[in-house]
């Protein structure tokens, strides 16, 4: 199984050369972004290569390397689209790409240790950028990760950073089947309730982070009906901090989650499935509009709950959201006045619990269901890749 990161380093002495650098990459990849756009279809890499290479080197002035990485990742791009454009999401059209946002290749463009990432510049070759070493970074360079292809990015405030992907290959862990699942769920009360087929379950509650948010979102809404450019960079800033705040929460919950889930050696994780379906189903499911509001940290939480059971062995299953917490879990009668803010109460069993609780019964059940039917079918077996 292969377990991969990225690790965002902040670049402490950013310089012209690197901002040069950045957008004449940027000219190279938008003018070879052309060439296949108006080609009317994809182009492959190495037929890309050979029709925009000169124009690379002595017009834009590329060095060598990157001018061989452009059509590589604009050829993939063009790939993608095609891709999403089977599936009707897309229509085709010409990609721009930034120049706040660099791709570089392991060796051939940078080289890092913990304090130093060195990049190839437009003007001085091979120039070491110091990085802030951060505590939890310093694993990653313990030796047994690989670096593979890495970004740098600059901010709107002119900071940059060194988005440094990692990969790792770890032994697939051989799990016992135990008939112990778990359902979680997702909410405002609490960050997640999660509950296990033996009945063991646990509340994780987010603090203040409920106060804090709803600071930061009335805050917004009065510097919204401001408008002016400041009130604007203000609400930037401000959901930056939220941004930030959120990332650290999920990561300690999810990371108490996993704990739980490995303490009660539960077999396969059930989240509910909210990335395959639309926003606006989302909220349909979801009648809580702050739910809607925040779902990309609902989705965040899911990714980072998904990264560190796949760590520690344990399966997650994604299952059908719908009316997860207005069925009963003793009768499966479903209606939306079953709950009643924090409260679920059933209004044909008369089954009473804590509303989020029932949803994350609901959760497990559903992925019990799912586990029971896939081991059956012998598509899920203890020692499965995960890959
Ligand atoms: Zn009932």
Same mark, same amino acid.
């Given at each position: 199984m292969i377990l991969t990161k990225t690790v965002i380093l902040k670049i402490v002495n950013p310089d012209n050369d690197l901002v040069e650098t950045m957008q004449k990459y940027s000219d190279g990849m938008n003018y070879a972004s052309s060439v296949v756009f108006q080609n009317g279809k994809t182009i492959g890499s190495y037929k890309l290569q050979k029709i925009v290479y000169g124009y690379l080197r002595e017009?834009?002035?590329?060095k060598s390397q990157m001018s061989c990485n452009i059509p590589r990742q604009v050829s993939g791009c063009y790939k993608t689209l095609k891709e999403q454009i089977k599936e009707r999401k897309v229509i085709w059209k010409e990609i721009t790409f930034s120049p706040y946002s660099m791709t570089l290749s392991y060796k051939r463009d940078f080289s890092i240790s913990q304090d130093l990432v060195a990049i190839t510049t437009? @003007?001085?070759?091979r120039k070491p950028y110091k990085i802030q070493s951060y505590d939890n970074a310093q694993?990653?360079?313990?030796?047994t990760w690989k670096f593979t292809a890495s970004k740098v990015v600059r901010h709107k405030d002119s900071n940059h950073s060194f988005h440094l992907s990692i990969e790792k290959e770890v032994p697939e862990k051989e799990l016992e089947y135990s008939s112990n699942y778990m359902g979680i769920d997702l909410g405002m009360n609490y960050l997640a309730v999660a509950s296990t087929t033996e009945k063991n379950c646990r509340f994780f509650a987010g603090g203040h982070i409920k106060d804090i948010r709803n600071q930061y979102m009335s805050m917004r809404k009065r510097l919204q009906s401001k408008g002016t450019l400041s009130a604007r960079k203000m609400i930037k800033h401000l959901s930056d901090k939220e941004k930030r705040l959120m990332r650290h929460v999920n990561h300690m919950i999810s990371k108490q989650i996993i704990k739980f889930a490995i303490e009660n050696k539960v077999f396969l994780i059930g989240l509910e499935?909210?990335?395959?379906? %639309?926003e606006n189903k989302v909220r349909k499911v979801r009648k809580d509009k702050r739910y809607h509001q925040s779902s990309w940290t609902y989705r965040q939480l899911q990714d980072f709950i998904t990264y560190k059971a796949k760590e520690a062995g344990i399966k997650v299953h994604f299952v059908d959201p719908a009316h997860t917490s207005q069925? !009963?879990? %003793? !009768?499966n009668h479903i209606s939306?006045? @079953? %709950?009643n803010r924090l409260k679920f109460i059933c209004k044909k069993c008369g089954y009473e619990n804590n509303a989020d609780l029932n949803a994350s019964m609901n959760i497990e059940r559903r992925t019990r269901d799912f586990g029971y039917i896939s081991l059956s079918q012998g598509c899920l077996s203890a020692t499965q890749t995960n890959a």
């Open positions: 017009v834009i002035g590329l437009i @003007n001085n070759g694993q990653y360079f313990d030796g499935d909210l990335k395959g379906i %639309r069925e !009963c879990n %003793r !009768c939306n006045t @079953n %709950r």
